[in-house]
């Protein structure tokens, strides 16, 4: 079975930085895309940032030039390197993965910038 467990979200100021991890385990043969993607109270569920298999990027605007994706193909596993956070950064973040072609979504962890 297949699984994904966020790990890295806390409490931080405005202006500091965080490194959110996704750890995928189970019965993997393949992974195509990796990402990021997060939720405020009351607002849609947003896309952070993305990585293909290939190495190619995208992000959302809100992110550009703050955040950086990753990941580690040995470890099948997915980063995101938070820069320069900011109060409306505030938001459960949730890692999802094209897996055996299927897509899977971690349970979610909170981040939280205070002003």
């Known amino acids: 079975q297949v699984q994904l467990v966020e790990s890295g979200g806390g409490l931080v100021q405005a202006g500091g930085s965080l490194r959110l991890s996704c750890a995928t385990s189970?019965?993997?043969?393949?992974?195509?895309?990796m990402g990021w993607y997060r939720q405020a109270p009351g607002k849609q569920r947003e896309l952070v940032a993305r990585?293909?298999?290939?190495?190619?990027?995208n992000y959302g605007d809100s992110v550009k030039g703050r955040f950086t994706i990753s990941r580690d193909n040995a470890k099948n596993t997915v980063y995101l390197q938070m820069n320069s956070l900011k109060p409306e950064d505030t938001a459960v973040y949730y890692c999802?993965?094209?897996?055996?072609?299927?897509?899977?979504w971690g349970q979610g962890t909170q981040v939280t910038v205070s002003s």
């Open positions: 999802n993965a094209g897996i055996n072609g299927r897509l899977y």
């Open positions: 189970g019965s993997i043969f393949s992974i195509n895309a």
């Open positions: 990585i293909f298999s290939s190495g190619s990027t």
